[in-house]
Each structure stands twice: as C-alpha cells, then as structure tokens.
C-alpha cells in the first residue's frame, strides 16, 4: 500500500483533515522537487509501517530481558533483532539501537569514555565538524576541552598530519573523527595509529557513510574505533534515529550510557523500525543502491565542475558533494535560495577556505527513487543555469516537476 493511499484512507483524514493536509502537502513537496539535502533519503514503506506501528504505545526502559515495565516480552523480540542485525552488519561485537538520535548517540559514545573537562580532538567545525564535536551551543562545547583539527585549505582533505601534532601536543583522551560535510573516504587505520601513538580513545561518527559501509561502498571504522555513531536515516534509509557500535569491553559502558544515564524510554516503533531497515541494507539490492550512490554522486559533482563551481577535493568517494559557486557571481547562500526556488533543496555549509559559505547536497535520496548517471548530468546542467542566471527560474522548476514525477518517491 501507497504511503498516498494509507493517509488518504486512513482515519486521519477523517479525524484531523487539518493535519492530513500538512502531511499531504508535505508528501507533495518530497514527490515534486529534487530532495539533495546530503543527510536525507526515503525510508520504505515497510519502515514507515512499522514507525506508525502500535509499538508506539509501548513503554519498555531498560534492556530485552531487565525492562522496567511489564509487557514488555515482544518488543524484547523485536529489539534483540535489531541488535543481532545491526551487529551483522557492521561485524560489531555489540550494537546499542536505542539512540533517539545521532547526537545521543555520540552524546552516549562521550558518557561512556569521558569526564566533564576532559579534552578532546575533533574535525574544527568550521571545517565539517558536527554540533556535538565541540560547538559553544552544543553540551559537548560546554562540558568538554574541545580542540579542532582542520583540512588542507587548498586540497580539502584531512589534514592527518596536524592531527598527530595536535595530538601530542594536548594528549586527549578522545579523538573523533567523521563530519557532516566531508566527501572523502576517512582513513580510520591512521586515526587509529594517531590514537594509539597518544593513548587516546577512538570514537567513529560515521552518521553519514554508514549506509555507504553496510552496502559495501565505504570503509568500515567498526575494526579500528572502539565507539562507532551513527544515525540510521541517512545512506541507511532507516527510521530517524541512531545507534553505538562497540567491542564487547566497553558494552556495559556504553549501554549505561544510553539508559539510563541519558535516556528514558527505549522508542519501540523506532527500534522496530531500524530492524526493518537492517535487514533491508543486508539485502544485495541495498548494495547495489549504495554503489549507485556513489556512481551518481561522482558524475553529478563532475557535471558541476564542468558548469564551474569549485568542487571541494575536486570530487566525492561518497554520497556527499561540498561545492563553492562563486566563479559564476553567486555566493552560497544566494546560490541556495535560487535553486530551492528553481525545485533544487539543498543545503549551505563552511568552505575549507576561508568564511565565504558553499552548497552541500547529496544523492542517497534521488537514488532510492531511482534517478541514474543521466538524471545527475540534467541535474547539474540545471545548476548552472540557474546559478549564472541564464536559465528562467519557472521553466526550470517545471522541468524539475516533471524529472521529479518519473521517479515517485512512493509509487501509487
Ligand atoms: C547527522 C549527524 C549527527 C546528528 O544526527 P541527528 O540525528 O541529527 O542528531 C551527528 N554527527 C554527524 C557527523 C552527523 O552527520
């Protein structure tokens, strides 16, 4: 059943048509423009069924086997399963599901390992680094010693080299390394080494690649960090949410951490949810779809470049593509706004040089509803247009429309 068909004959309609329409509006938004936002895909139907499943309704803190609650004997089934999935995917000796979030996942990784105060290294965020790896705003920012390493200002990748520096130099007890905007590869075996020369733990944020690495389409940093994050909405397609990865020494710590030192209730429709999704990206299908991932995202940042935009390391290894539009007149946030009008939704993020801001965008999304090499050229050829004002912001957004419709995100 269509997700179209479940609101429309469902009783929600009936009962609260003021909230089936917002649903419905944004059911036509996502089936209408090109979803590019890097951090965003289309979980299945199967996903969405079991996210508005009666599991919803349940109450169950604690573990399969020590909740809490009473009742609590089929959710138990269905969290193991997602345990021993995840587990299976990823080859981890133990996996924690009930993260509500990529950031308590990674708020979970810090409670396992560190103390208030205790420094850390991490990717700056000026350069691609997340809220939770140190930002002012943010509880990581406020409660620990944050300090940042940086890419190359010219190449745009990693600098591994300052990370060593900077680990000597401040000894942390943790370094962390992924990002929300890094397109590369992340060389976890030289983390590693850097973590080991300095007596440092190793926590993997891989919220991005992960439904890369469970395809087969990137490397796997279970084998080299004792704590991998991640959330299961991204690449993975799962339900929003995260998890913690980790080797069977630090299991109880790591459970401790999640409940209940920083959550309450586990979510069982969620839990439910990413089982669902587990097993859908053990499938050879959800492999084929992460390569696809990457083929596109390779020819749509090559297809930018050609239109002249600079693009950050000069390509991708993931689904992830940072881009500067400057050389056609426009700055990011400006080149943001046009193209979003033009159907294109996309975000802004830090450049690797200077302040000047840049586009992020991502293809997990337009290929699960299985745009290809093809769509990607069209789309770039848009960019362009739009961006040097060449093309009619209208026409575009029409030509968009009927991309968009040839590969309903939920067919039916
Ligand atoms: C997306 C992301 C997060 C946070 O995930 P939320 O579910 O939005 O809290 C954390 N770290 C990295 C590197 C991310 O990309």
């Known amino acids: 059943m269509s997700v179209t068909h479940t609101l429309e004959a469902d009783v929600l ?45 349940k109450y169950a803190e604690g573990y399969p086997g020590a909740r809490y609650h009473g009742g609590c004997e089929i959710v138990d089934v269905a969290e193991r399963l997602a345990v021993e999935r995840a587990k299976a995917l990823f080859g981890a000796a133990h996996a924690n599901v009930q993260s509500h979030s990529g950031s308590s996942a990674v708020l ?29 705003a ?32 401040h000894r942390p007890k943790a370094i962390v390394c992924g990002s929300i905007a890094y397109p590369r590869h992340i060389d976890y075996a030289r983390f590693r080494e850097v973590a080991d020369e300095v ?35 991204k690449v993975l397609r799962g339900p929003r949410g995260g998890m913690v990865l980790c080797g069977s020494e630090l299991a109880e710590r790591v459970d401790r951490a999640v409940f209940p030192f920083t959550q309450g209730g586990a979510q069982m429709h969620t839990i439910a949810a990413k089982a669902v999704a587990f097993g859908e990206a053990a499938t050879p299908a959800f492999g084929a779809y992460a390569h696809q991932v990457v083929a596109n995202a390779r020819v749509l940042a090559a297809g930018l470049a050609a239109e002249g935009l600079v693009v950050t390391t000069g390509g991708t290894d993931t689904h992830l593509i940072t881009a500067d539009p400057a050389p056609l007149g426009v700055d990011g946030r400006t080149a943001r706004g046009r193209l979003i009008a033009a159907g294109m939704v996309l975000d802004c993020c830090a450049l690797p040089h200077g302040d000047a801001r840049g586009l992020r965008l991502g293809t997990a999304a337009v290929t699960t509803q299985g745009m290809g090499q093809q769509e990607m050229a069209r789309i770039a ?15 575009v957004r029409e030509e968009v429309r009927e991309l968009v419709g040839g590969f309903p995100p939920y067919p039916g």
Do not use: K
């Open 13 to 57: 309609r009936r009962q609260d048509p003021e909230l089936a329409e917002i649903l419905l509006g944004e059911l036509d938004r996502q089936s209408t423009t090109l979803q590019l936002v890097a951090a965003e895909n289309f979980s299945s139907p199967a996903v969405l069924a079991a996210l508005g499943s009666p599991l919803a309704n």
């Open 108 to 136: 979970a990784a810090y409670a396992a390992l560190l103390r208030p105060g205790d420094t850390v290294l991490a990717l700056g965020l000026p350069y691609g680094g997340h809220l939770t790896h140190g930002s002012p």
């Open 199 to 233: 007596g440092a733990y190793l926590i993997a944020d891989a919220a991005h690649p992960m439904g890369l690495v469970a395809g087969g389409a990137a490397p796997n940093p279970v084998p080299y960090a004792d704590i991998v994050c991640a959330t299961t909405h």
């Open 381 to 395: 050829a848009w960019f362009g247009g739009v961006l040097r004002g060449e093309a009619e912001t209208p026409s």
């Open 138 to 169: 943010n509880f990581s920012g406020r409660w620990f010693d944050f300090v940042g390493y940086g890419v190359d200002a010219e190449t745009g990748l990693i600098d591994y080299d300052q990370v060593r520096t900077l680990a000597r130099g």
